[in-house]
């Protein structure tokens, strides 16, 4: 498994770690890559094990992201293909669309290589379509059974932000929705978890809070352990999903399944895991406005929050892993099945 293992406090544990960690559990052997902090350091890394572990191993799963990342999937499919390694591709990112415009022959001629291309999101799916028409999905997988259901009775304007530090995430709107929900909520609070990517969207958030005088209200935690996640969403009654980029957050299927009330921007592949104002509320991106006016719509109707938190609950547990891990079993096994039946 070809990706991005990396271990410190600055990465979230990421879907792809959960699944090859659960792999070996229905009977696969797994070898991961890389878990190098170093760009260049990683690919060599990767690189190598395809090599070095070429006796060991019978299928590779390559992930797949925009930018400069793409490299890293090129530069090992390649590799593969040249010792005759058969290799599927999984597709991740809002911001692969947009990079697949702009470089049409690259991403297609990759796809071409790949014995099957899956991703977790049918906006993936579709977006992609052109340069692969046989995408397969599979959903991101959580654990059910480790996320303790809370049905919201009541609710109060104790929000919830959970991704990373970055500017593709603007986590500057939320610091700004809590600024605009203090002046009718005086006791609004507003906990914002994840790792600082370093791009300085960490010290900006800190900065406009201290602008907008609501550093007070402001909680931010940006080094926990993923195993703490859980319990702070339970302390929370609403999650707000600020990204201008996604395809398909688990964070938001984890505050789902917690029946903490999302509001999210309706950006990638957000409306395919929502239907709006049934499981959760969706705004335009960037639109402080609309947010506030739909987290104030869940504190002035307790009933429909309730609707909402039980539904996410629903709806999140179709995503469990004993769902999703027969699919990825599914999938690897009819691949080698194929290569050994053309042989």
Known sequence: MIG??????????????ALAERLPSIGWEVYITSTKESQVLRLLDMLATIVIKRNHYDLAQIDVFSSKAFIYAECCARLLKTINKPFVLTLHGGGLPSFASQHPKRVAKLLSLASEVVTPSPFLQQSLSKYHSQIKVIPNGIDISSIPYKPRKSISPNLIWVRAFHQIYNPELAVRVLSSLVIDYPNTRLTMVGPDKGDGSLQIVKSLAVKLGVEGQLNILPAIPYEEVPSLLEKADIFINTTNFDAAPRSLLEAMANGVCVVSTNVGGIPWMITNFQDGLLVPPEDELAMVDAIKSLLEEPDF?????????????????????????????DVLGGINGEN
Not at 308 to 326: C, F, G, L
Request: charged letters at 25%; proline letters at 5%.
């Open 305 to 333: 929050a309730m609707r909402i938190s039980q539904n996410a609950r629903r709806t999140a547990e179709r995503y469990d892993w004993s769902n999703v891990i027969p699919e990825w079993d599914t999938l690897f096994s």
């Open 4 to 17: 991005n293992y990396l271990t410190s406090p600055r990465h979230n544990k990421n879907v792809w770690q």
